[in-house]
């Protein structure tokens, strides 16, 4: 079994790369220790705050979030990083070469009925001649990420990585470790399993219920076969589900609140997730276009979702090119 820092170098990964990622898996490592220590830690259940996002802050929100910001900015190559438990960016070294964001604990909902949850995080370079301490230095498309994943914290804990060149798959060993136990990830084209939060069916936009619809009829319906349903309620583990064995996984617009474009994030959740599916084959798209060539506006933009088996997602995207949008741009 090969160590990820042995894996990466011998592939001839960016040497600063390969010691920022290093230091990213200490901080998951210590995310990964906190979670299993769970209630007799006495850090489940939420605190007084809200984030940003409006969304009360867990415990561990704030911990995982604070492991991170406190690891990285320590390092020489982070000129900042943003967080979604973060108002604004926080910079470090001045001379840093890389951006992060990060999504510290997605899923959160799910601590205290120990469901899976996950770190997610996006690595950028800081522009050509880039000025001041700013957050415009990361508002780049997600294409122009350097590298992407996450660390799911299941039943056991595995990394997921893409450095531009495929996904990689890494299992956290008891020796503290991260050793290669999936190489070059590759999504089937098709599927018949989706994912999407069902409850809001009367929020959807027609085109999506019509999707949703045909995929509800059946064998007996225009799509011809049976689908299986899963929503898990947390990104990376449907994300994991969606590499391991391909599907689709959506979260789209919804009339709740018209002016937000989704309930996802697209800097340290969209795009992240979006360069993993795509270099494993698949695709990941707004349902109108493809996520990665979003030009972001705000750091805690967001973004409707719609990835996975690349036949799957083109199929949803032929339903929304075939009927009108209602929604307002
Ligand atoms: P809902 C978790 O809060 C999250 O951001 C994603 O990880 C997950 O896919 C989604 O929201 C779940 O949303 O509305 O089903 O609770």
Not at 82 to 90: G, H
Not at 207 to 219: E, F, Q
Not at 264 to 278: A, D, T, V
Request: charge should be negative; proline fraction near 5%; hydrophobic fraction near 35%.
């Amino acid at each position: 079994m090969q160590l990820l820092s042995a894996y990466l170098k011998h592939h001839d990964t960016d040497t600063e790369l390969v010691e920022l990622i290093e230091i990213l898996m200490v901080a998951c490592k210590e995310i990964a220790l906190q979670l299993r220590e769970g209630a007799l830690a006495g850090i489940h259940g939420t605190t007084e705050d809200t984030n940003i996002q409006g969304e009360t802050q867990k415990k561990l929100d704030v911990i995982s979030n604070d492991i991170l910001k406190e690891v990285l900015l320590g390092n020489r190559l982070v000129r900042g990083v943003a967080s979604e438990e973060e108002d604004n960016p926080v910079f470090g070294h001045p001379e840093g070469r890389f951006l992060v964001t990060f999504d510290p604990l997605d899923g959160s909902s799910n601590i205290d009925i120990n469901v899976s949850v996950g770190t997610i995080f996006s690595i950028l370079e800081v522009p050509e001649g880039a000025g001041e301490d700013s957050v415009d230095l990361f508002l780049q498309p997600g294409r122009r990420q350097v590298a992407a994943g996450y660390v799911l914290y299941g039943p056991s804990a595995v990394l997921a990585l893409t450095t531009g060149t495929g996904v990689n798959m890494f299992t956290l060993a008891h020796t503290g470790d991260f050793l290669l136990t999936r190489e070059n990830v590759q999504i089937p084209h098709s599927t018949k399993e989706f994912a999407i939060n069902m409850s809001n069916h009367r929020h959807w936009e027609p085109a999506m219920r019509n999707y949703i619809g045909d995929l509800l009829a059946g064998a007996e319906g225009p799509r011809e076969k049976n689908y299986n349903m899963r929503w898990i309620a947390s990104m990376v583990a449907e994300v994991h589900r969606v590499l391991t064995r391909g599907g689709i996984f959506t979260y789209p617009w919804d009339s709740r609140d018209p002016r937000k474009p989704g309930k996802l994030r697209l800097m340290y959740e969209g795009n992240p997730m979006s360069l993993l599916i795509e270099q494993a084959g698949g695709r990941s798209t707004t349902c109108y276009s493809d996520i990665l060539d979003v030009d972001p506006q705000n750091i805690h933009q967001r973004v409707a979702v719609a990835l996975g088996s690349k036949e799957e997602v083109e199929t949803l995207m032929h339903y929304h090119q075939e009927t009108p949008s209602i929604i307002q741009q």
